[in-house]
């Protein structure tokens, strides 16, 4: 029936699968890197997606995305950043399917993923050479990819995909990655060198030319700046 009364939620309401895909981004090797499964079941078997999975009755959506990376990857304990819903009656072929998507920042040598359950395999892709996706993870991917760089030009999230040591250099080499454009070398290494968190180890990189200076991040006052809300 249709008109105000088709609104409310009851036992006949139409139901649908609530889901979590998680975009997981990595920096390795000087390029920007995104984690991808493959299916080993229909649909979409043997293409690369997005980890996933349905959300529990017991469990709110950002507990399942932390399932989700624990079960079929083996990758825990990450800070997900909420990116957008999706609703569309036909993008799951079995049902319908409501997805929401998080993503996270990793150091890849930090985390070695490895397939499980329904997939076959689990490995990092460059993000300029990303292969073909099943369902729309292609949309949801590149969504996540502007969430982050929205995100970045108010906090300092890169920082959370640097080694312990680096260089100024190396900084602004990350956010050009991630940023896809070049930046003015002067402008941005004040705006990073005012950083509270950011501490100069008084060590000098050898074997590069110049011999440029080694920073480090002090990671309570660099956490505070990560989690401070959205602008």
């Not at 260089?167 to 602004?172: D, G, P, R, V």
Request: hydrophobic share 40%; proline share 6%.
């Amino acid at each position: 029936m249709d008109g105000p009364l088709s609104t409310r939620v009851t036992s006949q309401s139409a139901a649908a699968t609530h889901t979590v895909d998680c975009v997981v981004f990595g920096f390795a090797e000087g390029e920007l890197r995104v984690l991808l499964v493959r299916r080993a079941v229909a649909p979409f078997a043997g293409e690369w997606v997005l980890p996933g999975g349905a959300m529990a009755a017991d469990q709110t959506l950002e507990e399942t995305g932390q399932r989700v990376l624990r079960e079929l990857v083996g990758v825990s304990n990450l800070q997900l950043t909420q990116v957008a819903t999706y609703s569309a009656p036909d993008r799951h072929p079995v049902r319908r399917v409501v997805t929401t998507t998080y993503y996270a920042l990793v150091r890849p040598e930090h985390h070695t993923p490895a397939a499980r359950g329904y997939l076959s395999e689990a490995a990092w892709h460059r993000l300029t050479e990303l292969p073909p996706l099943g369902f729309d993870h292609r949309e949801l991917l590149d969504d996540a990819h502007l969430r982050l760089i929205q995100h970045l030009r108010t906090r300092p999230l890169a920082f959370a995909l640097l080694p312990d040591d680096f260089t100024l250099s190396e900084i602004q080499q990350l956010y050009e990655e991630i940023l896809g454009e070049s930046l003015d070398r002067r402008n941005f290494r004040r705006k990073v060198l005012a950083y509270d968190f950011l501490i100069d180890t008084g060590v000098k990189r050898s074997g590069v030319k110049g011999g440029p200076a080694v920073y480090r991040s002090d990671p309570a006052l660099l956490h505070r700046a990560l989690t401070a809300p959205h602008i």
